[in-house]
């Protein structure tokens, strides 16, 4: 029997996922990116690029494209895809699955301070430290812009958008990092106290790890909630056995 699996991706277990489901007969895979990295890796399958036009827009592509299954593999902050296509699974009937990756947890001697939003980060920081390093992604600077009297030490994978705040010190890098690299950075830049969002995962924890070892404080962006009733799966083989593929 053939299939068709649209994945909903822009992360590394979409990738993952593409390339097993790729290596099995008769599986057609196409990856969808919303566009926003200007150059992505490469991906197993087919690939398209560009938002559907919410969910009524995606619930028409899965029509058209004779979808059977539809894995939402975006990542764990991408909030609007996730309710799209939820909306899009329910009102077309194509069975979904949710693949997220695992939140980080604290360990002992770390100093977290978990918030619910980047605004919170921001009205945290001055309590914090002066120097901070900023991994919250390119499009999530505006919410530091008024904090005029810190530095900051911005890392994204393309050049930050505007606005910003007015010392910041912008560093293009895309992980996966180590932990050795992370702790020179944060002595390099004198950092004070760490910014991330929980996106979970090994590629980018070592940033954990090394301020965990400085002794320094990290504010932890919370993850926004699944839709009602959607409950996601951890890892690309408990995607595949939920497509029935395992
Ligand atoms: N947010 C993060 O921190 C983060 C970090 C790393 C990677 N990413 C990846 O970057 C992408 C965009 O993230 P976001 O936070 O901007 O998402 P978002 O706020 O949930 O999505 C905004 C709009 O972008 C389009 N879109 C998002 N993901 C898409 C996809 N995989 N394929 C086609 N269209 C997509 C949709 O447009 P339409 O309504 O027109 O369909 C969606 O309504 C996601 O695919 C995500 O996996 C996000």
Sequence with gaps: MSCHVLI???TAEARAL???LSARPGVRVTTSLAGRVARPGALDGEVRVGGFGG????????????????VDATHPFAESITANAA??????GVPAVVLRRPGWRPGPGDLWHPVPSLDAAAGLLPRLGRRVFLTTGRLGLASFAHLTELHFVA????????????DTHVLLARGPFTVPGETALLREHRIDVLVTKDSGGAATAAKLTAARDLGLPVVVVQRPPLPDGVTAVPDVASALERLGLG
């Design 87 to 92: 909306r899009a699974a329910a009102a077309t």
């Design 155 to 166: 890392r994204s994978v393309d050049p930050p958008e505007p606005p910003m705040p007015p």
């Design 55 to 70: 969910a009524e827009g995606l619930a028409g592509w899965l029509r058209r494209e004779g979808v059977t299954a539809l």
């Design 18 to 20: 593409a390339a097993a």
């Design 8 to 10: 909903l991706g822009g």
